[in-house]
């Protein structure tokens, strides 16, 4: 019976920050977004996703799909989908962040 010899192992550690909704609420919240002004799937933010950022979550064929765009007058404009809600939470935060910055300019 013959012994395998011991090798020295690295260990890695991956940090993944996983984002859902109540995170997001919260950080757009730190932000200084009003409710008015946002739209998570009537969860957190406006009763309606009309004149704003939204996001939706809706059945896709075999997953759920996150669905984030801006809707005016009636018509959803810039429609990304996502199949994780983190990358969804994650994408609409850096959207309202970027928005912000032209507007606080």
Not at 2 to 29: G, H
Not at 39 to 55: A, I, P, V
Not at 87 to 94: I, S, V
């Amino acid at each position: 019976m013959s012994q395998a010899a011991a090798t020295p192992c690295s260990l890695y550690v991956l940090i993944v920050t996983i984002m859902n909704l109540p995170d997001l609420y919260s950080e757009l919240k730190k932000l200084g977004v009003g409710d008015n002004e946002i739209y998570l799937h009537g969860l957190y933010g406006s009763t309606d996703d009309n004149e704003k950022l939204s996001m939706t979550i809706k059945k896709g064929k075999y997953i759920a799909v996150w669905e984030v765009y801006f809707k005016e007058r009636g018509e959803k404009h810039s429609i990304v989908e996502f199949n994780n809600e983190s990358g969804a939470c994650e994408y609409y935060l850096k959207s309202k962040e970027n928005e912000l910055r032209w507007i606080r300019k």
